[in-house]
């Protein structure tokens, strides 16, 4: 007998705009959506979060950034990792090699990561799972970091990214080439990680 499966419908971004979150809730409340990811950096945090207590069947997991937005964290405790105004590094190729290479960067990494967890601890949200603006958070230097705070954050799953290449094509051929690139670095890192998980433990999908 074949194993069930089950699909989740998630939205991220939550608390980046008053426009995403309404659209979050209306997908949740009239569609098929059952959870979401929580930017703790966005702009429209503390409106997600009233949204979430208001609709407590919609599961709410973090939506580490850590690229293309603002950190939690002062530049001045971080400042290999942000510019002066706090603001991460635009191009998500670039700044994943820093992550991965730069020992200063790595360290100021899980301080901000520490950051944000707290930040979302803070809500007093149920914490469903954790994953990455930008896919960041596949990132072995990040996910290593994330690995080791689960037990202390109860961090119950790490999503790791997954997409049909054929799928996507079949419905935007263009850039074909950088998709069928990036398929392929977030395939060996989705295989990294979930051996990563299983030597330790840890609980991906």
Known sequence: MAAMRYMVVN???????QGVNQAIIQAHTQG????????????????AVDLAEQHPDLAVGL???????????PPTQIPH?????????????????????????????????????????????????????????????VLKVLMELAPQYSIPVVRLPY?????????????WLAKALGWSVFGQLRR????????????LC
Not at 11 to 17: I, L, N, P, V
Not at 63 to 73: D, S
């Open 32 to 47: 098929i959506l059952t959870s979401t990811s929580l930017m703790v950096t966005g702009g429209a945090f503390a409106e």
């Open 11 to 17: 939205g991220d971004d939550f608390g980046f705009s």
């Open 63 to 73: 939506h580490l950034v850590l690229g293309c937005g603002k950190a939690v964290l």
């Open 163 to 175: 997409e049909e290449l054929r799928l996507t094509l079949n419905v935007d051929p263009q850039g």
């Open 81 to 141: 990792l942000v510019d002066e105004q706090g603001y991460f590094p635009e191009n998500p190729v670039q700044a994943g090699w820093r992550y991965y290479f730069h020992p200063q960067v790595r360290q100021e990494l899980r301080l901000e990561i520490v950051a944000q967890l707290q930040k979302f601890q803070q809500t007093g949200l149920p914490l469903s799972h954790v994953d990455g603006h930008l896919h960041h958070h596949a990132n072995p230097a």
């Open 192 to 203: 990294w990680g979930g051996t990563a998980a299983s030597s330790s433990r840890g609980a």
